[in-house]
Structure formats: C-alpha cells, structure tokens
C-alpha cells in the first residue's frame, strides 16, 4: 500500500505521475483527483499553523492535465489573526523550451486554500437538516480495500459496479482516497480534495454515462473528516446550454462535515460509459 500513490518525488521539487493518477476522459491525461490532491497537499504545507483549520479548498481545472514532470508553486496571500489564505500553481514541463531546461511551463491549474482560526460557535440557534432528514449512511460493514462503493435512491445496497447506478437517480459513492506522493501520509485536507472531486462524477452521471467535464472544485469545511474513507452524495444539479452547476454533501462515519461544488462544461465527445468499461482493475491491482 505505501507504494501506491498518484506521484512520486523527483528531482528540483518536481513529481512524476504515476500509473494510478491516469485519467479515463483520454490517454496520456491525469485525473481530476490527482491533481486536486496535489495542489492541496502544497497548500496546507505553505499554510499549514497550530490554532488554524482549513475551511475552503477551491480549486480551477483551465487546462488538462497531461502524464508529464509536474510542479506547485505556492505563496501566502493573507496571514492575518483570524484567516490565513495561501495560492498554489499547478505546473507542468512538456517540453519544448521555454525554461532553463529546455521544458515549455504550462499553468494546468490554481488553487486558494483558506484556514480560519478555530474558537467557539457564536451564541444561537440556526437551521440545520434534522438526523432523520438524512439520507446517507455508511456501509454497514467495515470495507478494508481503496475500491470504492456506490449506492443510489433506487441500488440503494453499496457495492463496486458502477454500470448498476447509470441511471438518472441521485447517486452516492463511499471513497478512499490514495497518497499524493510515495512515501507520504494523507492529510484530512488533502483526503477531503481528493474524494470530494467525486461531486463531480455523482452529480453529473447520467443514464448514458458521464458526459459533463467540471472545471473547478470548492470543497467547504466546518470541520476535518475523521477515518480513511469519505462519502460523497449528490445534493442539487442544474444544467443549462451544456453547462452545469452541482453541490454534494460530503460525510464520514460521524455524518456530514463539508459541501463540495462544481460547475462543468459538455465534454459530451468524450464521454464515459460505466456500462462498457469496468475500472475495478486499477483499485484490484492496488
């Protein structure tokens, strides 16, 4: 397990993709977890302070991401007493020229992360969904493997086939996220930005697969989510002249800790069929 990871380090602070970190929209491109886990792990080392949690990880997608040498570079934008905010480049090297290597440098994506300093809820009472409003709920079982489980409103048993959800039904999906790099421990942080990029894939799965790409990622906090896996269900979808607006309630074993959202464009030439492709292999092979 601890060689399983979407990078691995190399020299002058660059990463290598590894084969996990393969996205299926087409050859030679990384997924949208991948390179979400990337920019976030960057920005909670540069951020990262005692008294402080991360509250907000958005993160825009402007350019794919290709199977190449790749870089972060991140900076402190705010440092204040009450809210710290960093920004994270995501960089690749594609050759070319361009730099003193001789390798053209493509901005693929940028992320700002933000941690607000942690104290006591302010006096009050405010809405919020009542337990027995809830429709998520773990598997019963412990599940011990990196594959993951989806379950929907009419499959509402988990399991791994994602061609028996390919309907047009709200949709849920029970992760675990991989290391960033070989060698180093998930963080909560970089755990929640990995597994919530799956907003995207819940929300915008349809009876003919997933034919919307998503362009950005906001992953909301109140606090860190607890245990190895995070669960991810579809809470509201809008689309309109190919464009698309999603939010999905993201959980643990203790209940619902965050929000993530998306907006994605019509990738519809591309589209993936779960129906005619089945991705347990990868998750097998780890």
């Known amino acids: 397990m601890?060689?399983?990871?979407?990078?691995?380090?190399?020299?002058?602070?660059?990463?290598?993709?590894?084969?996990?970190?393969?996205?299926?929209?087409?050859?030679g491109t990384l997924t949208g977890p991948a390179v979400c886990a990337l920019a976030a792990h960057a920005a909670e080392e540069e951020i990262a302070e005692p008294g402080f949690r991360a509250a907000r990880f958005t993160i825009d997608l402007f350019k794919t991401a290709r199977e190449v040498p790749t870089a972060t570079r991140a900076r402190i934008l705010r440092s204040g007493g009450r809210i710290r905010v960093a920004e994270v480049d995501v960089v690749q090297f594609d050759?070319?020229?361009?730099?003193?290597?001789?390798?053209?440098?493509?901005?693929?994506?940028?992320?700002t992360a933000v941690f607000l300093r942690e104290s006591q809820n302010p006096p009050g009472q405010r809405w919020h969904r009542?337990?027995?409003?809830?429709?998520?709920?773990?598997?019963?079982?412990?599940?011990?493997?990196?594959?993951?489980?989806?379950?929907?409103?009419?499959?509402?048993?988990?399991?791994?086939?994602?061609?028996?959800?390919?309907?047009?039904?709200?949709?849920?999906?029970?992760?675990?996220?991989?290391?960033?790099l070989v060698g180093r421990e998930l963080t909560p942080?970089?755990?929640?930005?990995?597994?919530a990029e799956s907003t995207s894939l819940i929300c915008n799965w349809g009876t003919t697969g997933i034919g919307f790409i998503n362009c950005d990622l906001t992953v909301a906090l109140?606090?860190?989510?607890?245990?190895?896996?995070?669960?991810?269900?579809?809470?509201?979808?809008?689309?309109h002249d190919g464009i698309s607006a999603s939010t999905a309630g993201l959980y643990d074993v203790d209940g619902m800790w965050g929000i993530g959202m998306v907006t994605a464009v019509n990738n519809a030439a591309a589209e993936i069929d779960f129906t005619s492709i089945d991705v347990r292999g990868r998750y097998r092979e780890a």
Not at 2 to 26: E, M
Not at 95 to 107: L, R
Not at 133 to 146: E, G, K, N, R
Not at 189 to 195: D, E, G, I, W
Request: glycine residues 8%; charged residues 25%; aromatic residues 8%.
């Open 2 to 27: 601890s060689d399983i990871a979407f990078f691995r380090p190399d020299t002058d602070g660059r990463v290598l993709p590894l084969p996990y970190s393969r996205s299926l929209w087409a050859p």
């Open 95 to 111: 050759g070319g020229g361009g730099s003193q290597d001789g390798a053209a440098e493509v901005i693929v994506a940028r992320a």
């Open 130 to 180: 009542d337990a027995e409003a809830l429709t998520f709920s773990p598997p019963a079982v412990a599940i011990d493997d990196l594959m993951p489980r989806f379950a929907s409103d009419v499959a509402r048993e988990w399991d791994s086939v994602m061609g028996n959800h390919q309907h047009g039904y709200r949709k849920r999906v029970w992760t675990r996220a991989i290391p960033t």
């Open 189 to 195: 942080l970089v755990r929640a930005a990995t597994s």
């Open 222 to 239: 109140s606090r860190l989510p607890r245990g190895d896996r995070i669960g991810v269900e579809a809470d509201s979808h809008t689309e």
